[in-house]
């Protein structure tokens, strides 16, 4: 009877010890996980906070953009063109609309005949 008690109780170690590993080995994964994790989270993080910076310095690039092509835009004169050897375009040829749509200005409006 000791016998049998003592290999039961062998065999129960044996398997609380694999139990115990099993176990130990399990929360490491969770802990590796949980650290890529927080890598990658923290790395994304990183770069997202750069790529708001860089838009930040397009957006007022082109804002600056923007307001030099308006103040160039507004210069821009008949007599200004004319000094400079441009002239008025000649309109040699007007496509007409189709009665269906001609009598529908909305249509027209909308960017929609045919």
């Known amino acids: 009877m000791k016998r049998a008690i003592a290999r039961t ?3 129960m170690h044996a398997y609380r010890a694999n139990i115990t ?3 130990l080995a399990g ?3 969770a802990a ?8 990658s989270l923290i790395s994304h993080t990183v770069a997202l906070r750069q790529i708001e910076g ?7 690039e082109i804002a600056g953009l923007d307001s030099q092509y308006l ?3 507004s210069a821009v004169t008949p ?3 004319a ?5 008025a375009g000649q309109v040699s040829l007007y496509i007409t609309r189709s009665a269906p749509t001609a009598s529908i200005p909305a249509l027209a409006q909308g960017g929609h005949e045919l």
């Not at 590796?32 to 890598?39: D, H, I, N």
């Not at 000094?83 to 002239?87: D, E, K, T």
């Open 9 to 11: 109780a062998e065999e």
């Open 21 to 23: 590993l099993a176990i």
């Open 27 to 29: 929360c490491v994964l």
């Open 32 to 39: 590796a996980f949980y650290a890529v994790s927080l890598y």
């Open 54 to 60: 860089s838009i930040t310095a397009v957006s007022s």
């Open 71 to 73: 103040a160039l835009s």
């Open 79 to 81: 007599d200004m063109l």
């Open 83 to 87: 000094a400079h050897g441009f002239s």
